[in-house]
Structures are given as structure tokens and as C-alpha cells.
């Protein structure tokens, strides 16, 4: 700040220097304002004006420090309102995982365990809490739930609700939709906002990057209040700005799709890991694919994969049409073998006799999906 004083150049009254004296230091007050202040001090009238009295401008500068920046406040301010605080309830290798990223884009990370996960939250930049009441007086903006399906419930009951923000964003991660969907909507109270999400992806899928990997959410139960709609949008943009592929769709649809990949994918790693598939000098990029896809699935616990059959309805019948189709194919393998020794045996007296047994493949519905044997029997049954 600069303040220009204008004085006489002659001696002042010992009243005028005290008023002068006055005027600046109120300028000086005047420390937010960045205006240019004249300081002008005027000698009391003397009996004689026959002489005019020559003023002199004096610049003096002021180097007053603001208290703060502002601009800059303002943008932090903005900034900090744009960050969440997410609780992440089950701290284990998925939980970690998301963490880092959470984290990475500036958001504030509580987490709790059953384990004791302190040195790790630390090195990832996270606050861990191993008494759930102490996380929840936090008042975070987000409750994640990151335990295994079969936990679930029994974490989220043992939440202390009353210690939260009557608003609290509830989300999950789970590799099912409908069954943590019906969970929330029949412990949580009305008053806290639900979303259900899903990564297509785990630690190992998604270690480089998250380019392009699907993020499944659905939007069950959100406040219409124009900071809990944001609040949402938020969150998914964590997984946006990494570039994740946003789907929408319902729980119901999700599991639907997830039983004939996911679980399909999960199981057929299952059983190549009990073959105990190891690496060759000669493999192929198919066999290469198969040894990703045991790392992939194998390096999950087996209770994501129990929690994949046991809390998706579709489950049951994919893992019955993969039983059929193995059977199948093992009908024709032996058949082809059966044809070639006959030929062996009996010479060309049966050509032309024999037909090649082929892979059935199961017959489908109006929909397109394929039935099992129990279900095209009952078509075959209504067609007649």
C-alpha cells in the first residue's frame, strides 16, 4: 500500500502535527484495501495571509502484509469443499487398494478393520481406527463397505448409526448387487443415501492402471438436496478421473451379467489353480492367457468366490450349465473315439452307416438364453 502526504513546508502547530499524525495512521488501519490514500494536513489560519504558503508532495510506501491471499483462500476453500472424508470399512487388500487412490486425489481416508492395519493406513496416507465409534465420530462424508460378502451383514449391523450424519453416504464395492442393496434398505434408516457399485476389477487387473475397466454403479436412495446429489457425483468421479468406464445399470442387471462372466471367470481359474498350471519354455499366448487368468482369480480369497455363488441367484444355473457342457463335450470326445475303433475293428462295412456323435449345445429361450435340460424338456412339453 502506498499513502501520499501532502504537507506544509513551514513550521506546523503542535495541534495541526497531532491532526496530521491522526490522518495517517487511520490510513494505515486501511490495510484491505489496495486504493491509493492522500494523507493532507492543513495548517490552522494564521491572521497574516498575505503570503501563500508553497506545499511539497511527499510519497512515502507502505509495506503493509495482508493477512491472507484472498484469491488464494478462496480457491482453497473451493478445493476442500470438493474432497470427502470416506470411511473405509474392511482394510484388507481390496480395501488398501482403493485406498491409495482415494488418497492420491486428495480425499480423507478413515479406515477400520478387524485387523490391526494402523502401519499400513499410515504408509498409504490413511487414518486407521480400530473402535468403529471412534471412526464414526469422524462424521465422514462417505461409509464404504469393503468386507467380504459374507461379512457384510454383520458389519454393517454393527455400526453405530446414531454417531453419523443423519445424511451419510452408504456405498459398496461387492462383487453382488442385489444382496447388499436389499441389506441396506433393511438396516439403514430412510434418512441415509445408498449406492451400489461394483469395480470390474481387483489389485492385480487393475495394478498399471484403471484405463477403460468398468465401474458398475447403481443409484438406489439419494436425498434430492442439491449437496447430497453432489456428494455422489463426487465420489464416482474418483473412479472417473481414472479413467474407469462408467456403466449404469441396475442391481438386478448386474447380476445377471456378472453370473455368466464373473462367476464363469472365477471358476474356470478355480479349477486350472487345482491343476497346478505352471509356465513352460515353449508356451503359447492362449496358455499365457490362462496362467494371467489363475494370478487373476486364484490371488482372490475363496470367500469372494463362495459370496459369488452364494449370494447370486443366476449362480447356481451357470455353474450347472458349465457341468453340462463339460459332460458334453467328454460325450463327443469318447463318441469320436468310439467311431475309430469301430473302423478299426469292422473296416469299411459300416461307412456311411455311422454318424459322428457332435457337442448338443443347449437349447435357448425367447430371450436367447440357453436352457438348462429341465427347463427345454418343459418347453418341448408346452410346444405339444
Same mark, same amino acid.
Given at each position: 500500500?502506498?499513502?501520499?502526504?501532502?504537507?506544509?513546508?513551514?513550521?506546523?502547530?503542535?495541534?495541526?502535527?497531532?491532526?496530521?499524525?491522526?490522518?495517517?495512521?487511520?490510513?494505515?488501519?486501511?490495510?484491505?484495501?489496495?486504493?491509493?490514500?492522500? %494523507?493532507?494536513? /492543513?495548517?490552522?489560519?494564521?491572521?497574516?495571509?498575505?503570503?501563500? +504558503? *508553497?506545499?511539497? @508532495?511527499? $510519497?512515502?510506501?507502505?509495506?503493509?502484509?495482508?493477512?491472507?491471499?484472498?484469491?488464494?483462500?478462496?480457491?482453497?476453500?473451493?478445493?476442500?469443499?470438493?474432497?470427502?472424508?470416506?470411511?473405509?470399512?474392511?482394510?484388507?487388500?481390496?480395501?488398501?487398494?482403493?485406498?491409495?487412490?482415494?488418497?492420491?486425489?486428495?480425499?480423507?481416508?478413515?479406515?477400520?478393520?478387524?485387523?490391526?492395519?494402523?502401519?499400513?493406513?499410515?504408509?498409504?496416507?490413511?487414518?486407521?481406527?480400530?473402535?468403529?465409534?471412534?471412526?464414526?465420530?469422524?462424521?465422514?462424508?462417505?461409509?464404504?463397505?469393503?468386507?467380504?460378502?459374507? %461379512?457384510?451383514? /454383520?458389519?454393517?449391523?454393527?455400526?453405530?448409526?446414531?454417531?453419523? +450424519? *443423519?445424511?451419510? @453416504?452408504? $456405498?459398496?464395492?461387492?462383487?453382488?448387487?442385489?444382496?447388499?442393496?436389499?441389506?441396506?434398505?433393511?438396516?439403514?434408516?430412510?434418512?441415509?443415501?445408498?449406492?451400489?457399485?461394483?469395480?470390474?476389477?481387483?489389485?492385480?487387473?487393475?495394478?498399471?492402471?484403471?484405463?477403460?475397466?468398468?465401474?458398475?454403479?447403481?443409484?438406489?436412495?439419494?436425498?434430492?438436496?442439491?449437496?447430497?446429489?453432489?456428494?455422489?457425483?463426487?465420489?464416482?468421479?474418483?473412479?472417473?478421473?481414472?479413467?474407469?468406464?462408467?456403466?449404469?445399470?441396475?442391481?438386478?442387471?448386474?447380476?445377471?451379467?456378472?453370473?455368466?462372466?464373473?462367476?464363469?471367470?472365477?471358476?474356470?481359474?478355480?479349477?486350472?489353480?487345482?491343476?497346478?498350471?505352471?509356465?513352460?519354455?515353449?508356451?503359447?499366448?492362449?496358455?499365457?492367457?490362462?496362467?494371467?487368468?489363475?494370478?487373476?482369480?486364484?490371488?482372490?480369497?475363496?470367500?469372494?468366490?463362495?459370496?459369488?455363488?452364494?449370494?447370486?441367484?443366476?449362480?447356481?444355473?451357470?455353474?450347472?450349465?458349465?457341468?453340462?457342457?463339460?459332460?458334453?463335450?467328454?460325450?463327443?470326445?469318447?463318441?469320436?473315439?468310439?467311431?475309430?475303433?469301430?473302423?478299426?475293428?469292422?473296416?469299411?462295412?459300416?461307412?456311411?452307416?455311422?454318424?459322428?456323435?457332435?457337442?448338443?449345445?443347449?437349447?435357448?429361450?425367447?430371450?436367447?438364453?440357453?436352457?438348462?435340460?429341465?427347463?427345454?424338456?418343459?418347453?418341448?412339453?408346452?410346444?405339444?
Amino acid at each position: 500500500m502506498i499513502s501520499f502526504s501532502i504537507q506544509p513546508n513551514t513550521t506546523k502547530s503542535p495541534s495541526a502535527t497531532t491532526s496530521a499524525a491522526a490522518t495517517h495512521t487511520s490510513l494505515l488501519t486501511h490495510h484491505h484495501s489496495h486504493q491509493l490514500s492522500f %494523507s493532507s494536513s /492543513t495548517p490552522h489560519h494564521h491572521h497574516h495571509h498575505s503570503s501563500r +504558503r *508553497r506545499h511539497r @508532495l511527499r $510519497v512515502r510506501a507502505i509495506d503493509a502484509a495482508q493477512p491472507y491471499d484472498y484469491e488464494a483462500h478462496l480457491v482453497n476453500r473451493f478445493s476442500q469443499s470438493a474432497k470427502l472424508k470416506i470411511a473405509v470399512l474392511g482394510f484388507g487388500n481390496f480395501g488398501q487398494f482403493l485406498a491409495k487412490a482415494f488418497v492420491r486425489q486428495g480425499h480423507t481416508v478413515y479406515a477400520h478393520s478387524r485387523s490391526n492395519y494402523h502401519s499400513i493406513a499410515q504408509s498409504v496416507g490413511a487414518a486407521f481406527f480400530p473402535d468403529l465409534h471412534d471412526l464414526c465420530e469422524q462424521h465422514p462424508d462417505v461409509i464404504l463397505i469393503c468386507t467380504s460378502i459374507i %461379512s457384510t451383514e /454383520t458389519v454393517l449391523k454393527a455400526l453405530p448409526l446414531q454417531r453419523l +450424519r *443423519r445424511n451419510t @453416504l452408504f $456405498v459398496d464395492v461387492l462383487s453382488v448387487k442385489e444382496f447388499p442393496k436389499n441389506i441396506f434398505l433393511q438396516v439403514l434408516p430412510s434418512h441415509f443415501d445408498i449406492l451400489c457399485t461394483h469395480p470390474m476389477f481387483g489389485p492385480e487387473s487393475g495394478k498399471n492402471s484403471w484405463q477403460n475397466l468398468p465401474f458398475v454403479f447403481d443409484k438406489v436412495r439419494i436425498g434430492n438436496e442439491d449437496s447430497r446429489v453432489s456428494r455422489v457425483e463426487t465420489f464416482l468421479d474418483i473412479f472417473k478421473k481414472e479413467g474407469c468406464t462408467m456403466v449404469e445399470m441396475t442391481c438386478a442387471e448386474h447380476d445377471k451379467y456378472a453370473a455368466g462372466s464373473q462367476f464363469i471367470t472365477h471358476t474356470m481359474g478355480r479349477i486350472l489353480e487345482k491343476l497346478q498350471l505352471e509356465s513352460t519354455p515353449i508356451n503359447t499366448k492362449g496358455y499365457e492367457t490362462l496362467l494371467n487368468l489363475v494370478e487373476n482369480t486364484a490371488s482372490d480369497s475363496f470367500d469372494l468366490y463362495y459370496g459369488l455363488f452364494m449370494y447370486n441367484k443366476n449362480a447356481m444355473e451357470q455353474l450347472e450349465r458349465l457341468d453340462l457342457a463339460f459332460e458334453a463335450l467328454k460325450k463327443e470326445l469318447f463318441g469320436h473315439l468310439h467311431e475309430v475303433l469301430r473302423k478299426q475293428l469292422f473296416g469299411k462295412s459300416e461307412e456311411g452307416g455311422l454318424r459322428r456323435p457332435m457337442l448338443a449345445k443347449l437349447p435357448k429361450n425367447g430371450n436367447g438364453t440357453p436352457l438348462l435340460p429341465s427347463q427345454s424338456e418343459t418347453l418341448r412339453n408346452t410346444n405339444n
